[in-house]
């Protein structure tokens, strides 16, 4: 069993920063991948992230330059570093296991508003 507990959201006016951390408890760090997600109100979820167990890292166009995505295996933690923070970065962010292509387990949430 797996659990994703996702922390670091907030409120940030627009070109600030925020640091999101997702600590997993199981079998995770480093034998999965593991993505960021987020969820706009009246929006489908979508991809945002991603690191793989040999560190190679993905990311969806809109974030590229801006977000970082990383890992501490001894902390079984992936965190996603969020620079120049825009409106349409407001979500709800969310943390997840990859399990081949797809993705088994998901954390709760993390509240990102971005204020212009």
């Known amino acids: 069993q797996v659990q994703l507990v996702e922390s670091g959201g907030g409120l940030v006016q627009a070109g600030g920063s925020l640091r999101l951390s997702c600590t997993a408890s199981?079998?995770?760090?480093?034998?999965?991948?593991m993505g960021w997600f987020r969820q706009a109100p009246g929006a489908e979820r979508e991809f945002v992230a991603k690191?793989?167990?040999?560190?190679?890292?993905y990311y969806t166009d809109s974030v590229k330059g801006r977000f970082t995505i990383s890992s501490d295996n001894d902390k079984n933690t992936v965190y996603l570093q969020m620079n120049s923070l825009r409106p349409e970065d407001s979500a709800v962010y969310y943390c997840?296991?990859?399990?081949?292509?797809?993705?088994?387990?998901w954390g709760q949430g993390t509240q990102v508003t971005v204020s212009s």
């Open positions: 997840a296991k990859a399990v081949g292509i797809k993705y088994d387990y």
């Open positions: 690191i793989t167990s040999s560190g190679n890292t």
């Open positions: 199981g079998r995770t760090f480093p034998y999965y991948a």
